[in-house]
Structure formats: C-alpha cells, structure tokens
C-alpha cells in the first residue's frame, strides 16, 4: 500500500527531505507515505504532505517546539486550485473533523508525523500540560475571496494568485464570534475586534518577553462577513488597519498579562519603560495612564485574515497564536510529476 501510495506521483521513497527536529531521524518520502496511509489519506494529496514536511524543516518555523508545555496545536490552512481538485472543505462545518476527509485525513497525518517521526510522546519530546485536539486543515472559499477582491491567506507570505500552498501555525486557543450583527465594516467591526482581545492572553509574552512582535492571532471570517468589506470597497489591509485601532486592552492588563500573572518578563517593565528602550512600538505608551488602551499586537500586519466556513451564516472563528513556538510558515505545493527516479541520457550521473 504504501508503495502503491509513492508511486502515482514517481517519488524516489528513500529521499532524504531534512532531519527531524528534535529526534533527529531522517525526513523521507518513504516514512511520510507509511504515515499517510494510516492516517487514511489518498495519494493524490502526497504533494501537500511534503510541502507540510518541508514547513517542519524549516528552523523559521520551529517544530521542535511542538511539545512545550502549553500544547498549542498547529493549524494547517490551504489555498489554491487543490482545495477544490483535492476535495477540501471550505463550507459548513470547515473546521469540523469529519466533515472532509482530504481536511480531517491530513491533519490526522501531521499529528501521526509529529508522533512517529519527530518524536512527539510523552516517552520523548511531548511535555504539554494539557494538550489539544488536533485541528483539521482550514481550506479557504477562493470563489468568495475571488468574488470579493481578496487575496487569499498564503498571497500574505510571498505566493502569486493561484498557487498552491499550505500556510501552518501553531495555535493555543479558539473561539466563537457568534451571530456577528449588521451590515456596514462600522457595525461590525468592534465585536470582531472584542474575540480578537478575548482569545489573546499570556500570549501577549509574544509581543515582548518570550519573543518581539512575534504575536499573530488568525481571524476567520465566513463569506457573508468577508463580503461585507467586500462591497464596502475595503481591502484586507482596511480590514487590519481598523482591527488594529479597535482590538485594544487597558495598559494594566497587558503587563499583567506579561508580568504579575504569568511572570514571563523579566523585571516587570511597564510598556512606557518598554517603549523608552525601544522594545515596543511608540503606539504603547501614548500616555502613563495605566487605564489607556493599547493594541495587542505591534502592527495591523500581525493580524492574519482567512475567508472558509457556512457561506450563510454570520459567525467568525479567532485563534491566538503561539510566536515563536510555532511561526506562520508557509510553502507551495508542487503537484507535478517527480522526476526522481527519472534518468536523464544527457547526464548518467542522474541515473540511479
């Protein structure tokens, strides 16, 4: 089965993608493909697997954190002409597990690499308090953002219109922005910016203490509250700009945040010392009144922005993310024939 598996796509099974981090064993087609078939996934979706092997090479992205001890779980989001060819989900229950098989199989795939491959048990390198579920793959609505004029989440990360890629971030928390009310940007603008402030916590040690301006929550919104910025003429970096100005929090319980209730900074510094070395953005300390408002996060570009789920409902999902335990990272999918086990006349040295 799995060499059944390898060989709709010509994958050499013993190249060798990178090492695993932190186990230290070697990332092949081969083991990505055992892994695949008992996860359940079909063939087809073997170039999306090694584009999700080669984020967790990448030391930008930091696998080898995956198993700290808050158990943030990693998200995968698709885009491209694979959603739709692979059979993706991007409708009601987008985020559901079972809802679509190629969504649910993947992310079974990943947590099964992380276990197999990586080396996250609770044996070796797996140290989460808690831990969560693991998350299926969020493929988002291209005929919405295309209908709207948006780009879609992985355009963010350097890929031209139409590709496809997978774009992963490791996530702490969740939660529901239900039965978002009105129909104008101005009138919906401040519930969605309240889920942003009340899914965001400890995460704050992101903006400053356990990393720099590192912080970048995900807000996913449905078609119908896309299209609401949409046919108002607002681009998604209105849409930032103005999440920006409005997801803020009292100074007080920011550095709370940060300082007396989680004690992850060093010194406990106010944002106005914090701001005097440099450390923050100016926009934290536009006065010392301990009341005033401060954004949660450096700037309108740390917040991420994805279109998926009921295209009839007016809900929006908000997850917190995990900085630099588990970067945004993403790469493009090359759904071509590998020639790997090609022999190229013109150069014997090619052949195997």
């Given at each position: 089965?799995?060499?059944?598996?390898?060989?709709?796509?010509?994958?050499?099974?013993?190249?060798?993608?990178?090492?695993?981090?932190?186990?230290?064993?070697?990332?092949?087609?081969?083991?990505?493909?055992?892994?695949?078939?008992?996860?359940?996934?079909?063939?087809?979706?073997?170039?999306?697997?090694?584009?999700?092997?080669?984020?967790?090479?990448?030391?930008?992205?930091?696998?080898?954190?995956?198993?700290?001890?808050?158990?943030?779980?990693?998200?995968?989001?698709?885009?491209?002409?694979?959603?739709?060819?692979?059979?993706?989900?991007?409708?009601?229950?987008?985020?559901?597990?079972?809802?679509?098989?190629?969504?649910?199989?993947?992310?079974?795939?990943?947590?099964?690499?992380?276990?197999?491959?990586?080396?996250?048990?609770?044996?070796?390198?797996?140290?989460?308090?808690?831990?969560?579920?693991?998350?299926?793959?969020?493929?988002e609505d291209q005929a919405a953002l295309d209908e709207i004029g948006w780009p879609p989440l992985s355009a963010g990360f350097g890929h031209p219109a139409g590709t496809d890629a997978v774009t992963v971030a490791r996530m702490?928390?969740?939660?529901?922005?239900?039965?978002?009310?009105?129909?104008?940007?101005?009138?919906?603008?401040?519930?969605?910016?309240?889920?942003?402030?009340?899914?965001?916590?400890?995460?704050?040690?992101?903006?400053?203490?356990?990393?720099?301006?590192?912080?970048?929550?995900?807000?996913?919104?449905?078609?119908?509250?896309?299209r609401i910025f949409g046919r108002a003429g607002w681009s998604k970096h209105d849409v930032r700009r103005a999440l920006f100005d409005r997801a803020r929090m009292p100074a007080w319980r920011f550095e709370h945040l940060i300082g007396e209730w989680s004690n992850l900074t060093a010194?406990?510094?106010?944002?106005?010392?914090?701001?005097?070395?440099?450390?923050?953005?100016?926009?934290?300390?536009?006065?010392?009144?301990?009341?005033?408002?401060?954004?949660?996060?450096?700037?309108?570009?740390?917040?991420?922005?994805?279109?998926?789920?009921?295209?009839?409902?007016?809900?929006?999902?908000?997850?917190?993310?995990?900085?630099?335990?588990?970067?945004?990272?993403?790469?493009?999918?090359?759904?071509?024939?590998?020639?790997?086990?090609?022999?190229?006349?013109?150069?014997?040295?090619?052949?195997?």
């Open positions: 089965r799995v060499e059944a598996f390898i060989a709709v796509s010509g994958h050499d099974p013993w190249r060798v993608i990178g090492t695993a981090r932190p186990s230290g064993r070697d990332i092949t087609i081969w083991s990505i493909a055992v892994n695949a078939v008992m996860a359940g996934c079909l063939p087809e979706v073997l170039p999306v697997l090694i584009a999700l092997a080669e984020i967790a090479c990448d030391p930008g992205y930091g696998v080898e954190h995956s198993g700290n001890t808050t158990g943030a779980d990693a998200l995968i989001v698709i885009d491209g002409p694979v959603v739709g060819e692979l059979g993706f989900n991007h409708g009601p229950g987008a985020m559901r597990d079972g809802a679509g098989a190629a969504n649910t199989s993947v992310a079974r795939w990943y947590r099964l690499y992380l276990r197999n491959v990586h080396g996250f048990t609770a044996d070796e390198h797996d140290k989460a308090t808690f831990g969560n579920a693991s998350r299926v793959v969020l493929a702490n928390g969740g939660l529901i922005i239900g039965s978002v009310f009105g129909s104008t940007p101005e009138q919906i603008l401040d519930y969605l910016a309240d889920g942003l402030v009340r899914v965001t916590g400890w995460e704050l040690t992101h903006v400053y203490g356990l990393g720099q301006a590192d912080y970048q929550p995900l807000l996913v919104l449905s078609p119908v509250l896309a010194g406990r510094r106010t944002l106005v010392d914090l701001v005097a070395d440099g450390a923050v953005p100016p926009v934290f300390a536009e006065s010392n009144d301990p009341d005033r408002l401060v954004p949660i996060v450096t700037s309108p570009d740390k917040i991420l922005i994805a279109v998926s789920g009921d295209p009839n409902r007016t809900n929006a999902y908000v997850l917190s993310n995990d900085g630099p335990h588990g970067r945004w990272t993403s790469r493009a999918i090359d759904r071509s024939y590998s020639t790997d086990l090609l022999c190229n006349i013109d150069d014997p040295g090619t052949c195997r």
